[in-house]
């Protein structure tokens, strides 16, 4: 669910993947796209590289000097995540070279194994996993799509990947990192102050920055905000969570590494507006391959 990076650790991507069922290989299909998990260490890098031409060559994200080097966004929460991969199978070439998008996911199990969650550096995430406990919690990030296929069709593809997924493993709550490009979140005031007011949390789902990092959404007066115009100046990814039905923490948190500046997403399955539920198949058969 994120359009940013963190700081990676100065260690590749080298540790087994999680658990993976062969016989659910392609989650979609779409036309030429097809949507499925990364099952080698070759596709996981393909995966790294495209989202380096996005995230460093594209937005200008600060990587460890190896990263750098080896042209590759890695950290060390990749090697326990199961990586989503959208192919464009009309494209020549090995499945590493018809990869054109891909998000991570992380469930909260695999998480409590391991070093937990990307966005508990930035966000109380562990507060909100404990207030919902009989939850199961599932972490995206790391979107990432090519630029000639930033389309409403690959956009389709990645969801069906994450609902098919979702509904394989059980999960409850969909959350994750959305950010607004540079580290003056005064700059996106409009933007900011409308999800505070039209898509903020509820108690249930208050998700607060850690101590020190926050700064409130709260910058304009109600009256003072413009739907339209405040929608319109907002990322595409954060505005296709809204259309979802996700609420937003009450804080933004500054990424002086990347100079973005971010919101926490969190998604209830069950608050999933139901024309999505429709459109993709309670089951996510719409579009199965």
Not at 17 to 46: F, K, M, W
Request: aromatic share 8%; hydrophobic share 45%; charged share 20%.
């Amino acid at each position: 669910m994120e359009t940013h990076v963190p700081r990676p650790s100065s260690t590749p991507f080298l540790a087994p993947l999680t658990g993976y069922n062969p016989a659910s290989e392609v989650l979609g299909r779409i036309g030429s796209l097809e949507v499925r998990l990364a099952q080698r260490q070759s596709e996981i890098e393909a995966a790294q590289a495209l989202r380096y031409r996005v995230f460093v060559e594209e937005m200008g994200a600060r990587l460890s000097e190896e990263a750098m080097l080896q042209k590759r966004d890695f950290d060390s929460i990749d090697r326990y995540c199961d990586h989503l991969l959208v192919l464009d199978t009309a494209l020549t070439g090995d499945i590493e070279e018809q990869i054109v998008g891909t998000y991570r996911l992380l469930r909260q199990e695999v998480a409590a194994r391991h070093d937990g969650f990307y966005s508990q550096s930035e966000f109380d995430v562990a507060d909100l996993v404990g207030r919902n406990s009989g939850k199961r919690f599932l972490e995206l990030g790391r979107s990432c799509v090519l630029p000639g296929y930033r389309t409403r069709r690959t956009l389709e593809a990645l969801w069906q990947g994450n609902w098919a997924y979702a509904l394989t493993h059980g999960i409850d709550v969909m959350f994750g990192c959305a950010s607004f490009p540079g580290d003056k979140p005064h700059a996106h005031a409009l933007a900011l102050s409308f999800l505070n007011n039209a898509a903020a949390a509820d108690a249930g789902w208050k998700v607060r920055a850690i101590a020190g990092r926050g700064l409130s959404l709260d910058m304009m007066p109600a009256e003072a905000i413009n739907p339209r115009a405040a929608l319109a100046a907002m990322p595409p990814l954060i505005k296709g969570y809204l259309r979802l039905g996700a609420v937003v923490s009450e804080e933004a948190v500054v990424d002086p590494a990347f100079g973005t500046t971010d919101v926490l997403v969190i998604l209830p399955v069950g608050q999933i507006n139901g024309r999505y539920i429709n459109h993709y198949g309670a089951d996510a058969s719409r579009f199965a391959a």
